[in-house]
């Protein structure tokens, strides 16, 4: 009886040290976070897309791109006095097409020289904003293009009706569910949305066009949506020069007019607290789950 109170009370101080150490750590790297600063005695600002580029928080599980911040980023970048270029890095399959427009946007209003690095994939709303630069870098191997849009979503009318399971319809407006997943789209619906992604991704291909001042030729071959490897990219004016970081820096140096480029990482430094992280992760795992309920209309993507 004693060995087995023993037991538990060591199996008790064994799961206290384990949870002990896992805030600790959490605590710890948030810290790092926290007070890690901007470099001052940097003198170009290096500023990542990584992941599917959004409107909302970026979230620890999930790898994104939160439009306000990068934005930010550049705006802050573009006024610190000590700053004379900026390095965006990318590494992105693109994503939200409102929110790839206002980063392209803050890019273009940059008064400072600015030079894309396209790592393994930069396309689509991703390329989109590379485009507004002053070049670009990308590996021979990195995968760019796919300029244009797309929607997709989930249709269950078929297994609902295999199980017995109704869709009473109640709308003020005949085009109002229109995406729903429940029904089979109309003709009517399925012209509607494939005008706004005809429009969408015409939008799309003629900022690109002028950002790049492509031929009309070169427009018409990209608007196909098809990928390139960064060495087809360059035959078609897509992306400047061939490399890695440091022909972005070479580029850089002779932009701004450089010596030496000293790169200092810009990001939003965020208020941590337990609960902002149980929040996250709860989104996270919210997110994975309403996707595929999401309405046709509702899912337009740059990606």
Same mark, same amino acid.
């Given at each position: 009886?004693?060995?087995?109170?023993?037991?538990?009370?060591?199996?008790?101080?064994?799961?206290?040290?384990?949870?002990?150490?896992?805030?600790?750590?959490?605590?710890?790297?948030?810290?790092?976070?926290?007070?890690?600063?901007?470099?001052?005695?940097?003198?170009?600002a290096h500023i990542k897309v990584r992941g599917?580029?959004?409107?909302?928080?970026?979230?620890?599980?999930?790898?994104?791109?939160?439009?306000?911040?990068?934005?930010?980023?550049?705006?802050?970048?573009?006024?610190?006095?000590?700053?004379?270029?900026?390095?965006?890095?990318?590494?992105?399959?693109?994503?939200?097409?409102?929110?790839?427009?206002?980063?392209?946007?803050?890019?273009?209003?940059?008064?400072?020289?600015?030079?894309?690095?396209?790592?393994?994939?930069?396309?689509?709303?991703?390329?989109?904003?590379?485009?507004?630069?002053?070049?670009?870098?990308?590996?021979?191997?990195?995968?760019?293009?796919?300029?244009?849009?797309?929607?997709?979503?989930?249709?269950?009318?078929?297994?609902?009706?295999?199980?017995?399971?109704?869709?009473?319809?109640?709308?003020?407006?005949?085009?109002?569910?229109? *995406?729903?997943?429940?029904? $089979? &789209?109309? %003709?009517?619906?399925? @012209?509607?949305?494939?005008? !706004?992604?005809? +429009?969408?991704?015409?939008?799309?291909?003629?900022?690109?066009?002028?950002?790049?001042?492509?031929?009309?030729?070169?427009?018409?071959?990209?608007?196909?949506?098809?990928?390139?490897?960064?060495?087809?990219?360059?035959?078609?004016?897509?992306?400047?020069?061939?490399?890695?970081?440091?022909?972005?820096?070479?580029?850089?140096?002779?932009?701004? *007019?450089?010596?030496?480029? $000293? &790169?200092? %990482?810009?990001?939003? @430094?965020?208020?941590?607290? !337990?609960?902002? +992280?149980?929040?996250?992760?709860a989104a996270v795992v919210g997110k994975s789950?309403?996707?595929?309920?999401?309405?046709?209309?509702?899912?337009?993507?740059?990606?």
């Amino acid at each position: 009886m004693k060995k087995r109170m023993e037991k538990k009370n060591n199996l008790k101080w064994i799961l206290i040290s384990i949870i002990s150490l896992g805030i600790a750590f959490i605590v710890f790297t948030a810290l790092i976070t926290l007070f890690s600063g901007e470099n001052l005695s940097g003198n170009t600002a290096h500023i990542k897309v990584r992941g599917v580029i959004t409107s909302g928080e970026s979230f620890f599980a999930v790898e994104t791109s939160s439009s306000e911040d990068v934005v930010e980023n550049i705006r802050k970048a573009d006024e610190n006095p000590r700053i004379k270029a900026i390095l965006l890095d990318i590494n992105s399959p693109g994503g939200s097409p409102v929110s790839s427009e206002e980063i392209t946007a803050a890019v273009k209003s940059a008064e400072k020289p600015v030079v894309a690095l396209i790592r393994d994939i930069g396309t689509s709303g991703a390329y989109w904003i590379a485009s507004a630069s002053d070049a670009i870098v990308a590996s021979p191997l990195s995968i760019t293009g796919s300029v244009g849009a797309t929607a997709a979503y989930l249709e269950f009318s078929e297994l609902m009706k295999k199980y017995g399971i109704g869709y009473e319809r109640l709308v003020s407006g005949e085009l109002k569910d229109t *995406g729903t997943p429940f029904r $089979k &789209l109309s %003709e009517e619906e399925e @012209k509607l949305l494939q005008e !706004i992604i005809r +429009l969408t991704g015409s939008y799309f291909a003629n900022s690109v066009k002028e950002n790049r001042q492509l031929s009309d030729e070169a427009v018409e071959e990209i608007s196909s949506g098809r990928i390139y490897t960064g060495q087809q990219a360059q035959e078609l004016n897509l992306i400047d020069e061939l490399g890695n970081i440091e022909k972005a820096k070479q580029l850089i140096k002779e932009k701004a *007019g450089l010596e030496k480029v $000293k &790169l200092v %990482e810009y990001k939003i @430094k965020k208020p941590f607290s !337990i609960a902002s +992280l149980l929040s996250q992760q709860a989104a996270v795992v919210g997110k994975s789950m309403g996707a595929a309920l999401l309405p046709k209309e509702s899912a337009i993507s740059l990606s």
